[in-house]
């Protein structure tokens, strides 16, 4: 195992933050991650599991150990003729495994296509996109316990997922980290281009007879059209939840803003939140080296040389002036460190 010391984040996550880390050490496999944890304990420092970074906001230098999970491989454990069951390594990266599936022609990932960060990730985070979340192709994961070093199996219902959130995110926080997941792909595709634009885009790409490439195409289409490279400018995507309000609420609030768009949803209505957040006058909006995007209020971005504590103050304020103008009170989906 290899630690170095005072090593800076910045490539490490895709706002571009530039903090440092007073111990930081890639892990491709369990005994090294373990001989991590052990070094961690000795010192008595805290640790930061890092993924792909692309859901995290750091706002200042970390002290502890950060622990950079590559661990690696995607093997079939079972199969039929109408599914297959494929575990994939924490530390696989999430849009490759899903182009992965499609070349195998496994169907029910191709709408999350695009989606940034990592596997391990995904579940903690029920990621979800275009109708589809994570939960609706899980089938259970492996989790290091941090205390006894012991690899634990989670079944979906263990995991309690919600939107965007799961146990891990809750009770179990920092107690476990997610080392391999295994998913229940269909090799029989049930295509689903009803939410958002897919289907228009299908259309405007001539695919008469979708399947599970084109949905993908389409869906990546769509997302590099309305969303800035992490590459390019920095942005950890979705800054905020859907917020979902009671019918009661919502009806009210259409009396007096007529254009504000829902969709039923078991637990009431969900509100697209770029549209308060534009609507509260955020879209495009800078300051110094921040700001929000241009083409998707959702969004928050590091131009340069942004300091996470900007970013944080930033979303505090959009939070504040969209609970002033329609009653709704936004939720970050980044997590801040």
């Known amino acids: 195992m290899n630690i170095q010391e005072n090593t800076s984040l910045k490539p490490y996550n895709t706002f571009g933050i530039d903090a440092k880390a007073r111990f930081f050490t890639k892990v491709s496999g369990l005994a090294e991650l373990k001989e991590a944890l052990l070094f961690a304990e000795a010192q008595t420092i805290p640790i930061l ?8 906001l750091l706002t200042q230098d970390f002290m502890g150990l950060v622990i950079k999970l590559e661990l690696k491989g995607i093997k ?20 490759e495994f899903v ?6 022609n496994w169907a029910g990932i191709e709408n999350l296509s695009l989606i940034p960060g990592t596997v391990g990730a995904s579940p903690m985070q029920n990621i979800g996109a275009y109708g589809v979340e994570i939960q609706q192709v899980f089938h259970h994961l492996r989790a290091l316990n941090r205390k006894t070093l012991e690899l634990e199996t989670f079944s979906a219902e263990e995991c309690q997922f919600g939107y965007r959130e799961s146990v891990f995110k809750h009770r179990l926080k920092d107690k476990y980290i997610i080392c391999e997941v295994v998913f229940q792909l269909s090799k029989i595709p049930l295509i689903n281009i009803s939410y958002g634009a897919i289907k228009d885009t299908l259309v405007e790409m001539k695919a008469e007879n979708p399947g599970i490439k084109e949905v993908s195409d389409a869906v990546i289409a769509i997302r590099q059209s309305k969303l800035p490279n992490p590459a390019e400018i920095g942005n950890a995507g979705s800054f905020f939840k859907n917020p979902t309000i009671s019918e009661y ?17 078991d637990e009431g209505i ?13 879209k495009g909006f800078r300051r110094n080296d921040i700001g929000v995007h241009n083409k998707q209020a959702l969004v928050l971005v590091n131009f340069g040389k942004g300091k996470g504590k900007e970013i944080q103050k930033l ?11 329609f009653g709704i009170n936004l939720s970050p989906e980044v997590n801040f460190i």
């Not at 079972?78 to 069951?85: F, G, P, Q, R």
């Not at 969900?270 to 308060?276: F, I, N, R, S």
């Open 49 to 56: 599991i890092l993924g792909g970074g692309s859901n995290i």
């Open 99 to 104: 182009l992965y599936a499609i070349a195998q």
């Open 249 to 265: 609420a919502f009806e009210k609030l259409k009396d007096q803003f007529p254009e504000i768009p829902g969709y039923k949803v």
């Open 315 to 325: 979303s505090r304020e959009i939070q504040q002036s969209v609970e002033e103008k």
């Open 76 to 95: 079939v454990v079972e199969e039929d003729s109408e599914k297959v069951l494929v575990s994939v390594g924490a530390g696989e990266n999430w849009h």
């Open 270 to 282: 969900k509100v697209p939140a770029a549209w308060l957040i534009d609507q509260a006058g955020w």
